[in-house]
């Protein structure tokens, strides 16, 4: 036997870890993507669930003189908010394949944004956190989804950076 042949057991463990690491924004994607697109069953057929919690959020903009705001024809409608969720998920998902892989950190960008938002009105508005009385459900989902998306925007950035980098350049006039 050669030298070369044998390994130690902490190469092989090494080995292992790297494996993992590399499967972990492909468990991220998948697993933010059905969080996303399991919502939209309630977003684009307007349920009971979702009509009371985007009226909160509406009747808690009118308070202010913004009625209409969250609803259905408003700017952050279920149907907005839905979209961008679905866009998320498609870019996420698409980004599984390694020619895409600037399509997830793209997406995770628009998930921490969504998520930011349904955060933010979880805890700041009359919607609270338990809006549908599931424990908190929906929110907990939320708050994992933006984590796991800061995560994938951490392992991605090289790829957002590249994004920015190209958006700027096509926006930007060459000096000459």
Known sequence: MSATSITSP???QSSLVKKAVKLVPTGIALFTSVIFLDSLRYKF???????????????????????????QTGLFSQYVIGS??????SLLLLGILARFRRLQAVGSAVAVAVMTGAITFHLFTPLGIDPNNDG???????????VLSVVMLLLRRRELLAVI????????????
Request: hydrophobic share 50%; no cysteine; proline share 2%.
């Open 45 to 71: 057929t307007n349920h009971e669930n979702t009509q009371v919690i985007f009226g909160k959020l509406d009747g808690w903009a009118a308070s202010f003189g913004a009625e209409g705001l969250f609803a």
């Open 165 to 176: 980098t190209g958006i700027g350049r096509t926006l930007v006039p060459a000096k000459g």
């Open 84 to 89: 961008a969720e679905l866009v998320a998920s």
């Open 136 to 146: 908190g459900g929906l929110f907990m989902a939320a708050v994992m989804v933006w």
């Open 10 to 12: 902490d190469q092989n």
